[in-house]
């Protein structure tokens, strides 16, 4: 009988804290996504319906968001697999020291995407940055760039920012599947004569899928919350350039205290980790099974 | 020179280039951490500070910095020991020495719970806070950074336990041991590098979070490191740069001493959750 409910007396107070912080407040924002509800003003909560939504589809800067948000997903995370792939092909070559600098190149993605934030605009910044500055001394610029301070610059900046932090996990997750692909289905290629470039387009790259699969899913799941750099740095500008959908939820509900409003923004943002969600929860249960 | 030397050569070359690419911004920033705000300024930057000085240091442990490190420490070390304590019984009740009913579809709220992105859940978060008088408080901060980081830990320790090979835990059944004997006295004594690989993703997740600590603290009774930094990084001028490098030096350093001594933990941890979700 004990036994019997051991599992799920061992699985409870777990549930219950998501319950709680994650289960009743995504109910309650769609719930509160209905309502006219201003916290600058005492007006009490009024149902309107799906009129916030159709305000938030109708507004500009929303849609803006939105175009950068999906601009900073795909170009980010093509990059980092693009470089990923190729320190993972590095470090997974026998040199000495290679251990060591497996070490060094996790260090950004430990960093608080604040502190990296921070780092890059000491470096990048348009007066005293020692990159401008050595760009200059060598001759490749005449005058100072405006890395974050032009509306052409600020986001691939931003792009660049998260490239140098979130890279390390790719290049992880790519190296633990290269190292799990066996060593003789290479050598059985070689005596059938296919150069290396050959092997890795027939062996290396169609086994990596499934590691791939979930460092993408991962990934594109992070980065549609992407919010620390662009608040530290630009908070969303200049002219809107860099305005995402998490800057842009932000601001309108814990800056402008429009809650409902504000809820029905979350709630887009959530259907869409929903939906990534679905995807990877059919990754692991193919697995599992 | 031989093809083998060559090879060498090449990849002890990409591999200078890859550390430089790591290690320079953090050393630029450490470098600035040394110097005096007249020299951060001045024109031509000079590499290494002609002035060593450690008042940027100082100077932070004379304000409220000191209180934001003291937070920063008390909410990692006890929200990482709450997501431990919870994801352990969690992962081992979704692990395979268990079947039952409801265990689909339980996991299955798990890995939802992993997706939802902070910003989704700040709003009902926000009177939840203020209903129960935990707004600006550590307990309330750690309650909510716990729950965020709970799903991955329940999931990394339930991959970890599902390689536990029965036959062990079936000879202490038959000793007579509780199912919660078996998980104390049998799983948990070889799951150590399991655990350390979990607490140290949960900490790292929970010392560097930003968006729910920036939202919910207020005062030096809860604020954060990363949120004390927002809050005077923002801006091309008036930045106070050699003070902010010396909080962001700060902000790094433990998270580089658990990167260096648990890199083995970290990466394992890292490639379990990647490979089996």
């Given amino acids: 009988m004990l036994r019997r409910f051991a599992p799920y007396v061992y699985a409870f107070p777990g549930l219950l804290l998501l319950l709680v912080i994650l289960g009743y407040p995504i109910g309650r924002g769609f719930y509160l996504s209905f309502y006219k509800y201003n916290l600058s003003t005492f007006d009490p909560p009024t ?18 968001a939105f175009k950068h948000t999906i601009i900073f997903v795909v170009t980010s995370i093509s990059l980092e697999f693009a470089l990923g792939m190729m320190i993972a092909l590095l470090l997974q070559l026998d040199f000495k020291g290679r251990n060591l600098l497996r070490g060094v190149t996790l260090l950004p993605w430990m960093m608080a995407p604040v502190v990296t934030a921070f780092v890059w605009s000491w470096l990048l910044n348009g007066t005293y940055g020692i990159v401008n500055y050595a760009l200059t001394e060598v001759g490749l610029i005449s005058k100072p760039i405006e890395w974050f301070t032009s509306t052409n610059l600020a986001l691939p900046t931003l792009i660049f920012i998260d490239v140098w932090q979130s890279t390390p996990f790719v290049m992880l997750v790519l190296l633990a599947g290269l190292q799990n692909i066996p060593e003789s289905l290479y050598e059985a290629a070689r005596i059938d004569g296919a150069g290396s470039v050959r092997s890795f387009w027939h062996i290396t790259l169609p086994l990596l899928k499934p590691s791939a699969a979930v460092a993408l899913l991962m990934r594109t799941m992070i980065a549609l919350r992407f919010f620390d750099a662009v608040w530290i740095i630009t908070r969303g500008g200049p002219a809107n350039s860099t305005e995402v959908l998490a800057t842009y939820a932000y601001k309108k509900s814990m800056l402008g205290f429009r809650m409902g409003f504000g809820s029905a923004a979350t709630t887009i943002i959530f259907l869409l980790a929903f939906v990534m969600s679905i995807g990877y929860i059919r990754l692991i249960l193919r697995r599992e099974a | 020179m031989s093809r083998k030397t060559l090879r060498l050569g090449l990849i002890y070359f990409a591999a200078t280039l890859l550390v430089l690419y790591t290690l320079l911004p953090i050393i630029w920033v450490l470098l600035t951490s040394f110097k005096a705000e007249t020299e951060i300024v001045s024109f031509p930057p000079h590499v290494f500070p002609q002035h060593v000085t450690f008042d940027n240091y100082s100077r932070m442990f004379e304000t409220d910095y000191r209180y934001y490190a003291r937070n920063s420490l008390i909410v990692g070390v006890v929200g990482t020991a709450l997501v431990m304590v919870l994801g352990i019984a969690s992962g ?45 408080s550590k307990t309330g901060l750690i309650l909510m950074l716990a729950a965020m980081a709970f799903p991955l830990a329940t999931w990394l320790l339930k991959t970890f336990f599902d390689d536990v090979p029965v036959s062990i835990t079936e000879a202490a059944t038959i000793d007579g041991c509780s199912s919660i004997g078996v998980l104390v006295r049998v799983i948990l004594p070889i799951s150590w590098p399991a655990i350390a690989s979990t607490v140290t993703i949960t900490f790292l997740t929970i010392w560097n979070s930003f968006l729910i600590p920036l939202v919910f603290t207020k005062s030096v009774e809860s604020k954060t490191l990363p949120v004390a930094i927002s809050e005077i990084a923002y801006g091309e001028y008036g930045v106070n740069w050699g003070g902010l490098s010396a909080i962001a030096i700060i902000t790094i350093v433990p998270v580089f001493v658990i990167g260096l001594f648990a890199q083995k933990y970290l990466t394992a941890g890292l490639t379990a959750g990647a490979e089996k979700g």
């Fill in chain 2, 92 to 136: 081992y009740s979704y692990s395979k020495f268990f079947t039952y009913k409801a265990k689909n579809a339980m996991m299955i709220f798990i890995i939802i719970a992993r997706m939802v992105p902070e910003i989704a859940v700040i709003i009902p978060l926000y009177f939840l806070m203020q209903t129960y008088n935990l707004y600006d």
């Fill in chain 1, 47 to 64: 149902l309107i319906g799906w009129a916030n939504y159709e305000k938030l589809f109708a507004d500009p800067l929303f849609i803006e």
